[in-house]
DNA sequence: CCTCCTAATCAAAAATACTGATAAAGCGAA
DNA sequence: TTCGCTTTATCAGTATTTTTGATTAGGAGG
């Protein structure tokens, strides 16, 4: 008998699903399946009454229930006495989209590494939708989110800031610098788009469907640093994050416009779970973004 | 933290030794060493003191041993409320010498299995020495030996039963049937020995000390079974004991005679230590043995 | 009846626990 | 001190266990 499957025990109790819990926990349906097996064989005695699609506890199961979660509470309670809980270590899985992961995360993570050499940190690049499911199943423990405000009862949001998007030229292009310019002008035009999945491409297609319109695009490119490299050749026009372009802007590689009609506004959210305990790692990467970005906060 | 990583602990504090905890939990040294690295690693805190050779327990190991006992006293109350400790289930192993194995236990097993399908017996065959050795380091559950009585202050012999060693020849032999024969004239047969590690042919040889005389012997056989045959087969003289030779005596075989000077008498014991937990296989298991040789007990 | 949803099964893959050999390091004796 | 003894640490290789993913089976509810 391991702790490992009392915890999978309680769950699939709280959740009186063996496949809700294993989705909680991060594990396979077959998995729980396997834990609660092992269980009941060491114990000798069935603790569910299957019927089928539904499970009912028995009498033993209830039993069980209760030393499973005395147990735990007094694992908990050793964990919050004995171990140390302010130095940072062990692992923080962060996933992020493409963008984030790209350009803001290294500054932040460069310091952070250094500060605590003993967290082990993974970085994981997905779509918002991928890293939303990730978070829901315990595969990250923190998010970064470039989308509209997201919110979910279960989550807390740790930290948040403004991030407009811009649109983007070469700096020979007719458009450079230019202010208000039509969206049925800016059309005309070749776009660099991001990929389908992307929040704010998405954005701008719903406001250009308000007009009854459509960007005309050639080229989706999933890497916004390549979108970058492209448009500073002058292959097309692009609207990315201000942050990712910051840098480009300045060194006058690219030139920034606005569209009359169009103005993109998303938030940038650092985002985990109500339910888990967050660690002296998630704390102290919270802290090192809200200090990196003091005053800039949403 | 899983509870077997606090057994460990729990064992290494009580013998204050991570060689000594191995050897009781039937791990290797490096195995306790790896458990203990996981607990330090995990709670991010050193448990012990360790000066080279000595180790001892610091302020943090201490109240971890605290909780740890605690856990691991929960979990025995849990399994002794929720599981089923009347029906015998899990495993069963078993050591035993080569003799005891082929001729006593069988009949015993063969009934055993029958009747209690849910175990999963593992016979283990060795030396007395060997098998003392499993027992010691929890690789049995149960030792059947055939020796002088063996006694120990961990150990406790659930039942035992006296076992004659017999002197045997084929049928036709001149010695068959003889009573009192001058163990000077047994000595100038050849005989069919067993393994140097044998209890009886120590008790024999010894017995032959005193008189200044030694057996000849040209074979060395391991097997009881293969000594049987050979013996059948007029190849020598030999001595077993009484069990393994009931039914080539009564086939007549085998014939058996008596030598003045010796008389061996050895007791078969079933023995298991007692600091672990009769599981309700042991108990069903001893009451067969009980059982099958009623009224023989020594 | 069919569809949807859930748990069980099982082979394959991944993770992890364990071992055995060896190294390092302290203790005690010569 | 050095030598031998004992104890823990380390590490590569192996064994075992855990987890997964695909599939099956078996209701529940339309």
Redesign the pocket.
Known sequence: M?L??LL?YSK?CE????????DQ??????????????LEEELGVKL?D??????RLNAKGQELLLYANQLLALVSETKANVSDTKTPRGSLRIGVIESVGTFFLPDILEDYLTNFPEVHVQVLTATTREIMEMLRQNKIDLMLTLDEQVYDPDWTCAWSRKEDIVFLCAPEHAFAGRADLPLAELLQENMLLTERQCNYRHSFEHICDGYQMRPRSSLEIGCTNTILQFTEHNLGVTFLPRLTVQASLQAKRLANFSVKEVSIQMLIQLIYRKSIWCTPAMKAFIEKIRNTHKNMEA
Chains 1, 2 share one sequence.
């Open positions: 391991e490992r499957n999978t699939v959740a009186m699903s063996f496949s809700k819990a294993a926990l991060g594990y396979a349906q077959s998995t729980v399946t396997t834990q609660i097996a092992q569910f299957r019927n089928g699609k539904r499970i």
